[in-house]
């Protein structure tokens, strides 16, 4: 029987869509059931299992439970646990575990980060939710993915502003860290003292200073920003299930580590059952880069938002028009302080909502970098006021903020439904068309 003209362009539109995939391995992830010993020494993380009664049983005797079997990540005969190993190596950093007694100094690192970290989330972290809520959820929550360039290991608000993203690409110059060594010096005092230095800035105002951190991280006692993102993450009551380093290969995915590559640690962790990646990546953003296309290769394979702070106003450089010209290629929108894309660049083509309050750069270092046209536009538009604050304006509290909106991206996203409503109908249509002739 031959088909209609309905069915032969529903096959054509069956053939010709396809979907961005995220290309990003999951790997088994296990819980440990209650006969689980919670502080027992699980060496590096892996033991064999063996299968009983349905369940995998570990040589310990300790049962665990499997919540997913999406692409097994299989070392020899050993299955990758998740969990405990983690979960309380960042409860350490964090100050909040109860074994910490017999370190020395652990009593007052941990009075110090639970004071310091009260005040940051009293003071902005708190009151970003409800102020997303109102502004920025509309507009980002279909994008599940984070791009934070010039972010470091600033995963706190990177979640607060989009509590909504599977997926966060956090980037920064500091080392990265290895989790191996971090659990090694998590019974030594100097360890807690290095994380406090390079914590306290961040504590007090908000923000990194990246000469700062390449110092302070690449100390023998605490090697890399991730320890300071699983404090965060802590602090924000995710677990953490797995910590892997890894890299970005030259056509975007994420491979083992190698040295030829853009290197990468990957975090998973939950909260409330729902898991979030985090992709910390060491990479320089400039123009000089050669492997800067690796990373780009990366991010472009997700439907991403853009989040910049504090970032020196690098992209006000030419030396970073390559990463400048990514952004606003590709993000569906953007969220930043003045420290981000100059305004002009979003003049045309984008709808811009403003926040906060902007004369001039507030740190006296860069008022060089003051931008006309957004302080006329401040002048000549109403902009929502911001009631906590963030980035350089912090001390001040003079915080400013700028959502641009992708009229480009959104046209695109408009194409998209259209096409998937046509081929809904002509899906049905060719249905009934088989009914017919079915019936004949």
């Known amino acids: 029987m031959k088909k209609c003209a309905w069915c032969f362009v529903a096959s054509l539109f069956c053939l010709g869509t396809a979907a961005k995939s995220d290309n990003v391995n999951d790997s088994i992830v296990l819980t440990h059931g209650s006969g689980e010993n919670r502080n027992a020494n699980e060496n590096d993380g892996r033991k064999k299992l063996e299968k009983e009664n349905g369940n995998f049983v570990r040589a310990d005797g300790a049962v665990v439970n499997v919540v997913s079997n999406k692409n097994k990540e299989k070392i020899g005969d050993s299955v990758r646990i998740y969990g405990d190993r983690f979960d309380s190596a960042a409860e350490r950093i964090a100050g909040v575990c109860s074994d910490g007694g017999n370190i020395p100094g652990f009593k007052n690192y941990s009075e110090f980060i639970r004071s310091s970290w009260s005040r940051l989330y009293r003071e902005s972290l708190s009151h970003i939710p409800s102020w997303t809520e109102k502004h920025l959820k509309r507009f980002c929550r279909k994008y599940d993915t984070l791009f934070y360039p010039f972010g470091g290991p600033d995963v706190s608000y990177a979640i607060s502003f989009f509590p909504h993203a599977k997926r966060y690409i956090l980037i920064g110059l500091e080392p990265l860290g290895n989790f191996d060594r971090i659990e090694k010096n998590l019974s030594n005092e ?15 105002k908000g923000y990194f200073i990246t000469s700062e951190m390449q110092t302070q991280l690449s100390n023998a006692a605490m090697t890399g920003g991730l320890n300071l993102i699983l404090l965060a993450l802590k602090k924000l009551q995710f677990n953490i299930l797995d910590i892997r380093n890894c ?172 096409l998937e409503q046509l081929k809904a109908q002509l899906e049905e249509k060719e249905c009934s068309c088989h009914k017919r002739s079915s019936v004949r």
């Open 190 to 204: 100097e360890y807690y003292n290095s994380v406090r230095m390079a914590f306290s800035h961040y504590l007090k």
């Open 247 to 418: 890299s970005i290969d030259a056509d975007g995915n994420i491979s083992d580590f190698s040295r030829d590559n853009v290197d990468c640690i990957k975090v998973v962790c939950e909260k409330n059952s729902k898991k979030k990646e985090i992709f910390y990546v060491r990479a320089n953003l400039s123009n000089e880069n050669s492997k800067l296309s690796y990373l780009t290769n990366f991010v472009h394979k997700f439907k991403f938002s853009t989040f910049i702070k504090s970032a020196s106003y690098a992209l006000h450089d030419r030396n970073f028009t390559n990463i400048r010209g990514f952004i606003l290629k590709e993000t569906h929108c953007v969220l930043q302080d003045d420290t981000g894309v100059p305004f002009n660049f979003f003049r045309q083509d984008w709808d811009v909502y403003i926040f906060g309050t902007y004369t001039k750069p507030t740190l006296r270092v860069f008022r060089s970098y003051k931008q006309n046209s957004l302080s006329e536009y401040y002048l000549n538009h109403r902009a929502e006021p911001i009631s906590f604050p963030i980035g350089y304006g912090y001390i001040k509290r003079t915080p400013n903020l700028v959502l641009a909106v992708s009229k480009k991206k959104k046209a695109e996203e408009k194409m998209e439904e259209q």
